[in-house]
Structures are given as C-alpha cells and as structure tokens.
Nanobody, 122 residues
Framework: QVRLVESGGGLVQAGGSLRLSCAASGRTFSSYTMGWFRQAPGKEREFVATITWNGGVKNYADSVKGRFTISRDNAKNTVYLQMNSLKPEDTAVYYC???????????????WGQGTQVTVSS
C-alpha cells in the first residue's frame, strides 16, 4: 500500500505560483500512474492532472492546461504540481492520488492523500 502526504499549499494572489509536492511511501511508487485532483467548496472532486510511471505521458484538465505542470521524481518517491498564473477559481483542496485510471469519461484512483489547501485571492 502507498501512503501519500501532500505539502506546499497556501494563500497566493491571482497571477502567482505555487508548487505542490506529494511524498509517497512504499517501494512500488515508481510502478504507478500518479495524479492530482481538487475539490472546491460545494463542488465534487475533479481531475487536474496525471503522469504515467516514467513521466512519459501527462494529461491535464482543460481548465489548467498551459498553466499547471505535473512531474515526478521516482528516486525521491515524489510527484509535483507546479501551478502558475493562478486564478481565484483554482481555490480548492488539492489531493494527490495513486494508481490513477480512466473509467468511462472520468478519472478514478485507488487511493488518496489527505489534501492541501490552495487559496487564490483576487
């Protein structure tokens, strides 16, 4: 089982940047597709980005394309989300996820971290 711990959230002004990190325990981290999801107040959790086990394929939600970049360092068992040009609508709790897969039209995951709050002020 992989345990996930997110960090790097905080308060930032619109147009600013944040870098989220997700540290994973477990020797099989490098085998999994990893991802980031987010949940805004009063809304369902939504997909943000995924990255395959070797970083070769990345997918992004349309709302973050060109602004967010997902990456991973398998030697450090860590996945990152670089967020630039942040907007107030990016405000949400961001969750790291392991073993992300596509099911019908949605992305799902086997397990999740506890989340980190990102707040973007206007």
């Amino acid at each position: 089982q992989v345990r996930l711990v997110e960090s790097g959230g905080g308060l930032v002004q619109a147009g600013g940047s944040l870098r989220l990190s997700c540290a994973a325990s477990g020797r099989t981290f490098s085998s999994y597709t990893m991802g980031w999801f987010r949940q805004a107040p009063g809304k369902e959790r939504e997909f943000v980005a995924t990255i395959t086990w070797n970083g070769g394929v990345k997918n992004y939600a349309d709302s973050v394309k060109g602004r967010f970049t997902i990456s991973r360092d398998n030697a450090k068992n860590t996945v990152y989300l670089q967020m630039n040009s942040l907007k107030p609508e990016d405000t949400a709790v961001y969750y790291c996820a392991v073993d992300v897969y596509r099911y019908l039209a949605n992305y799902q995951a086997r397990d999740w971290g506890q989340g980190t709050q990102v707040t973007v002020s206007s």
